[in-house]
């Protein structure tokens, strides 16, 4: 879990400056930081938005302070605007588990990505390609 705020934003400097009164923290609805939020902030506001965009527009516009995603994302906001500010967490604040789908019942589909993954985790190709693309924080080598 990682925020978004603006550059230009003075009340977020860090993530301890997140649940604080006043300030509001914007979410997608129907994702996992709807709930996660719902549950853990106390003294800020929380602003639910039907789309992620609308998140984003409304850190832009000002009307919330900091908007709440994933790794993945808050790396392609850094990489794709010029507004964007990442807030770390200074620890984990909420581990998000990755996956792939698969057909059930394809047991032989399975060990043959699973047999993939082990030896790319094994020999290195899977740090490396995830550091190629901004993603070694969260590589699980």
Do not use: C
């Not at 230009?8 to 930081?33: E, F, L």
């Not at 992620?52 to 908007?67: C, I, K, L």
């Not at 588990?97 to 082990?118: I, L, S």
């Amino acid at each position: 879990m990682y925020g978004i705020t603006t550059r230009s934003n003075r009340r977020i400097q860090a993530w301890g400056d997140i649940d604080q009164p006043g300030v509001v923290v914007a979410v997608a609805k129907g994702t996992y930081h709807e709930p996660l939020m719902r549950e853990r902030l106390k003294a800020a506001s929380l602003l639910v938005l039907d789309t992620p965009q609308a998140r984003e527009q409304e850190v832009t516009s000002g009307r919330a302070d900091v908007f709440m995603t994933d790794y993945p994302f808050s790396r392609r906001m850094l990489d794709q605007t010029d507004w964007a500010r990442l807030v770390s967490p200074p620890s984990t604040y909420h581990l998000t588990p990755y996956a792939w789908a698969m057909k059930p019942g394809d047991d032989a589909w399975f060990r043959r990505v699973e047999a993939f993954v082990t030896a790319i985790r094994a020999d290195g190709r899977l740090l490396a390609a995830a550091k190629r693309h901004g993603l070694g924080p969260i590589a699980v080598p």
